[in-house]
């Protein structure tokens, strides 16, 4: 499957909305300021996606005295986010596929510890693979220069950096899926 922007401005816009009710002015600066180096939607962009959103009853429209117009998730933009969420991407490396990883993995803040494990685990698999891939292809063809080493060496180091972290991660979240805490309790 491959990445949509559709899927990414949807996916972003209802993250920004998940824990308050925002002004559409917010959303947007919200929006083009999450990931500018790997995704840079127009103005155009997020104000289709929450159009998008509002028409598809995953966020309301509310007028307020104190605030003026604020825009609000419904339980069923709740769901829509959390499938959002679990979309997997594929396989196929793309600006789009870094940009929706980073959006989910941000975004795991608001999602239960299933679902989140579930991300973690896809984002854990597919880092692993991009390393192996890397290695396979400087062994395949290997550079002796100065400044393709460096480079080699720094998306190594970026690539098993990334899995280390996430490996933390995923030990953390797997042990909030095995004990969960009861509903009321404090942590």
Same mark, same amino acid.
């Given at each position: ?73 419904? $339980? &069923? /933009?709740? *769901? ?15 600006? %789009? #596929? @870094? ?12 999602? $239960? &510890? /299933?679902? *989140? ?15 192996? %891939? #890397? @290695? ?52």
């Amino acid at each position: 499957m491959s990445v949509s922007g559709t899927t990414i401005a949807d996916l972003a816009v209802l993250g920004v909305v998940q824990r308050n009710s925002v002004q559409a002015d917010h959303i947007r600066a919200a929006v083009k300021g999450m990931f500018p180096d790997q995704w840079l939607p127009t103005a155009g962009v997020v104000n289709a996606a929450v159009e998008r959103a509002v028409s598809a009853g995953h966020l309301s429209i509310r007028q307020l005295e104190s605030l003026g117009t604020t825009i609000e998730t419904t $339980d &069923a /933009g709740r *769901a829509q986010f959390q499938a959002l969420l679990l979309t997997d991407p594929g396989d196929a490396l793309s600006p %789009a #596929l @870094r940009a929706l990883e980073a959006m989910q993995f941000c975004f795991l803040d608001l999602a $239960d &510890a /299933g679902t *989140a494990k579930k991300v973690l685990n896809r984002i854990r698999r597919r880092t692993k693979q991009r390393l192996t %891939a #890397l @290695r396979r292809r400087t062994q395949k063809c290997p550079h002796a220069g100065r400044y393709a080493s460096l480079w080699i060496s720094m998306e190594t180091r970026r690539l098993e950096t990334s899995a280390q972290l996430i490996n933390l991660v995923c030990s953390d979240v797997e042990h909030e899926v095995q004990n969960p805490v009861p509903v009321g309790s404090v942590s």
